[in-house]
C-alpha cells in the first residue's frame, strides 16, 4: 500500500480545528449563548471546508493512503501518531464533516446550558474524526472510547422520553464493546512479534495465522459490531435515538454508528483477512435478520422517533450484508451506504426534532395534516423518507442497488429476505407519512410556524448532499473504488 506524507496537515488540522472550537467555548463566558453558537458554527465549518477539500484533492490515480501523518510517541511500545486517509475513510470524513456543522446549526434554537452542550458536541465529535484517520491501534482505541463518553451527558442532560435509562442503556452496551475490542487488539499486537501497534505494518500478508485471525475478528466483529447496531446487539439503539436531543440524534446515527461499521472494516477486515472470509456466513445471517426484524418493528411502532430508529437498525443491516459478500461490488455499496444512510438519518432526525420542538409529541397519531400546517418541514421529512426506502436519484439507491446484487450472487437465499425486509421497510416508511403529513390535521397545531430560511439551512444542506451523490454516484464509487479494488484483489 502507497503511503505519502502531506507537506500540510490536514488531517491533524481536522482535529486542532475541533480542539481549538472546544477550548475557545470554554474559555467564553456561559451568559454569552450566542457567542458560544457563533464559534461553534465557525469552527464546525472549518472542519467542513477541509473535509469537502480532502475529499477532492485526494489523487486516484495514485490511490492508496495518502494526507498521512507520523510523529513516534512511546518508541519501546512502537506506539506513533498516525493519520493517515484512503479511499475508505474520506467517505467519512466528509459524512462527519456534513453531519457535524448542520447538528451544530440545527440547535441554533437551544437556550438550555449552551456551553456545557457545544463544548461536550465538538469532543464527541473529535473522537470520530480520530477514529476515522488514525493508522495506529492504540490511537483507534483511544479515539473510538472519546467518542463514546460524551454521549452520556448529551442524552441524560439534553435528552427526553426516560433520558437516564437511555443513557446508560447505551454507555453500558458501548463500553462492553470497547471491552472486546482491546483485547483483540492486545492480542495481534503481542502475537505479531513487531512490537508495534502501526496498523498499515501489521497488515503485512503472513504477520498473523488463520487462527489467530479468526479469533481476533470475532471480537472485533463483535466489539464494533454493537456500535454498528448490528443484530443481536442493537437494542442501545432505538432507545437512544429517542431519548438523544436534535443534534445528539443526527450525529449518533448520523455519524456514530458508522464508527461500528468503519471497525469491522479498518480493524477486523484489514487486520484479519482469512478471518472476516471464515466468519463472513455468520455476518449475512445476522445482517439479514437485522433488516427483516428492523422493517418488522418499526412497522409496529406508534413513536416516530423509534419508527426512524428501527429503520437504523435495518439500514445498518445492509452496511453489514455488504461487507459480509466478500466482494467489491458488496465493499462499494456497503461503503456507501454508510454514507447515505448518515446523511439520511441525519436529515430525518434533523426534521422530526423541528417538528417535536413545535407541537412537543412524536405520537404519530396526532401528528395529521403537517404537510398542510408546516409544508416545508413535512417536505424535508417526506425526502428523507424517500432517500430510505431508497427512490432512484437519490443517494441510498446506488448503494443499496450494489449490495443487493452482490448479496443475490453470493447469498441468494438471504439476498431475497434482504430484499423482502426493504419492502416492508418502505411499507412502514410509508404509513409514517402517510399518516403524519397528509390526512386531516389536529387543530392544536395549526396555528404552528413553518421552517424559516434561516433554520432550513441545514436541512437544505443535506437535501442537495442527498441529490448530488444521487444524480452523480460516480463522485463516491470512484472514491471508493481505490481502496476496495486493491484491498478484495489482495486478499490470500
Known amino acids: 500500500m502507497l503511503i505519502t506524507y502531506a507537506d500540510f ?37 472549518i472542519t467542513l471546508a477541509i473535509s469537502v477539500y480532502l475529499f477532492f484533492a485526494y489523487d486516484k490515480n495514485l490511490g492508496g493512503i495518502q494526507f498521512a501523518e507520523k510523529i513516534s510517541w512511546i518508541p519501546s511500545l512502537g506506539i506513533s501518531y498516525y493519520n493517515g486517509a484512503d479511499g475508505f475513510s474520506l467517505p467519512m470524513l466528509l459524512l462527519t464533516g456534513i453531519v ?9 434554537e437551544l437556550e438550555n446550558r449552551v456551553k456545557e452542550f457545544f463544548a461536550l458536541i465538538y469532543l464527541l465529535v473529535a473522537g470520530v474524526f480520530g477514529m476515522f484517520m488514525a493508522l495506529d491501534l492504540f490511537f483507534i482505541f483511544v479515539w473510538f472510547d472519546v467518542s463514546l463518553f460524551p454521549m452520556y451527558l448529551l442524552i441524560a442532560v439534553w435528552g427526553s422520553t ?48 488463520p487462527f489467530q485471525q479468526k479469533f481476533a475478528f470475532l471480537l472485533f466483529l463483535t466489539g464494533f459490531g454493537i456500535l454498528a447496531g448490528m443484530w443481536p446487539f442493537h437494542t442501545w439503539s432505538p432507545v437512544g435515538h429517542v431519548a438523544a436531543p436534535t443534534a445528539v440524534s443526527m450525529i449518533h446515527a448520523g455519524v456514530l454508528m458508522k464508527i461500528g461499521a468503519f471497525g469491522v472494516l479498518r480493524v477486523g477486515m484489514f487486520l484479519c483477512p482469512e478471518g472476516w472470509q471464515y466468519w463472513s456466513h455468520l455476518m449475512a445471517v445476522l445482517a439479514t435478520i437485522g433488516i427483516v426484524y428492523g422493517a418488522f418493528a418499526g412497522l409496529s411502532q406508534t413513536d416516530i422517533k423509534y419508527c426512524i430508529g428501527y429503520s437504523s437498525v435495518s439500514h445498518m443491516g445492509i452496511v453489514c450484508l455488504g461487507l459480509a459478500t466478500v466482494t467489491i ?45 408546516m409544508p416545508v418541514a413535512a417536505s424535508y421529512f417526506i425526502i428523507a423518507a424517500l432517500t430510505g426506502i431508497g427512490v432512484p436519484c437519490l443517494a441510498s439507491f446506488w448503494a443499496e442497488l450494489l449490495v443487493f446484487i452482490s448479496a443475490f450472487k453470493v447469498y441468494p437465499v438471504y439476498g431475497t429476505f434482504a430484499v423482502c425486509g426493504l419492502v416492508i421497510s418502505a411499507l412502514f416508511m410509508l404509513r409514517v407519512v402517510q399518516k403524519t403529513c397528509f390526512g386531516p390535521e389536529n387543530k392544536k397545531f395549526v396555528h404552528l410556524q413553518d ?26 464509487f470512484d472514491m471508493i473504488r481505490t481502496a476496495s479494488i486493491p484491498f478484495i484483489n489482495g486478499l490470500p
Open 162 to 209: 426516560r433520558k437516564e435509562y437511555a443513557a446508560m442503556k447505551l454507555t453500558l452496551y458501548l463500553l462492553a464493546g470497547s471491552a472486546l475490542i482491546l483485547p483483540g487488539i492486545v492480542y495481534l499486537v503481542t502475537k505479531s512479534g513487531l512490537n508495534t501497534f502501526d496498523l498499515i505494518a501489521l497488515m503485512e500478508p503472513g504477520t498473523f495465522t
Open 329 to 373: 461490488d458488496g465493499l462499494n455499496g456497503a461503503v456507501f451506504q454508510m454514507f447515505a444512510h448518515g446523511i439520511m438519518t441525519a436529515l430525518f432526525f434533523s426534521s422530526v426534532g423541528y417538528i417535536y420542538d413545535r407541537t412537543h409529541t412524536k405520537v404519530i397519531a396526532e401528528l395529521g395534516g403537517l404537510g398542510r400546517i
Open 9 to 45: 496537515p490536514y488531517l491533524s488540522a481536522m482535529l486542532l480545528s475541533c480542539v481549538a472550537g472546544l477550548l475557545l467555548i470554554l474559555f467564553i463566558p456561559a451568559d454569552r449563548k450566542l457567542l458560544i453558537k457563533q464559534v461553534s458554527a465557525v469552527f464546525s465549518g
Open 100 to 108: 457535524f456543522f448542520t447538528a451544530v446549526i440545527t440547535m441554533w
Open 451 to 476: 421552517v424559516s430560511f434561516k433554520l432550513g439551512i441545514p436541512r437544505m444542506i443535506l437535501v442537495s448532499v442527498i441529490v448530488i451523490f444521487g444524480l452523480f454516484p460516480f463522485l463516491m
